[in-house]
């Protein structure tokens, strides 16, 4: 099951993580590839 979504507003991509709060933060990275990194690193970390 995924647990976050990608977006793109302005070139940059947002992750919304799918929490009870719905946390939407940006990434700050302009490819998809960047971004996923971002994500995974901010899931194993907490």
């Given amino acids: 099951m995924r647990r976050f979504c990608l977006h793109q507003r302005s070139g940059i991509f947002y992750a919304e993580l799918l929490t009870a709060a719905g946390v939407k933060r940006s990434t700050g990275k302009r490819t998809r590839d960047g971004a996923l990194l ?4 901010w899931l194993t970390r907490g």
Wanted: aromatic share 0%.
């Fill in 38 to 41: 971002v994500v995974a690193d």
